[in-house]
């Protein structure tokens, strides 16, 4: 009983490290490219832009998503992410383009959070949370 219980855990722990894994869009216009680490953006207005990260194969890397205080939409439109496949190399989950397009002038925070569907005793140690500025001229 124990040794299926330890395989049933060690499954799925292994479905955790591997959800989404096999997603492969690069559909999405990116844009201009900025990176993650770059927290005041300028961009113009009808501008498609986007944030760029290498994802590592952890949990929650593949659940990058826009959370509250929403932006403010009179500036600002969520396009979505776009996940591409790594290369297969030790570690490499691909990388992620979250996708946004500068809609009106003026200028908004914006949040972004990755581990949304994590389970709770997985949030602290993976959990990244960024805020960004903004300006659309």
């Known amino acids: 009983m124990r040794r299926r219980w330890r395989v049933a855990v060690a499954a799925a722990v292994a479905g955790l490290l591997l959800a989404g894994c096999d997603t492969q869009s690069g559909k999405l216009d990116h844009g201009r490219v900025f990176g993650f680490d770059t927290p005041q953006l300028k961009v113009a207005v009808g501008q498609t832009f986007s944030l760029y990260r290498k994802l590592a194969v952890v949990p929650g890397q593949r659940d990058w998503t826009v959370v509250d205080p929403q932006p403010d939409p009179g500036v600002l439109k969520v396009v979505g992410p ?45 959990q990244v949370r960024e805020t960004y500025h903004l300006v659309v001229g």
């Not at 003026?106 to 959070?113: H, R």
Request: with cysteine.
């Open 82 to 126: 776009d996940y591409l496949k790594g290369g297969g190399g030790m570690g490499d989950g691909g990388s992620v383009y979250l996708v946004f397009k500068a809609v009106g002038k003026g200028g908004t925070d914006f949040t972004v959070q990755n581990c949304g569907s994590c389970d709770a005793m997985l949030r602290p140690t993976y």
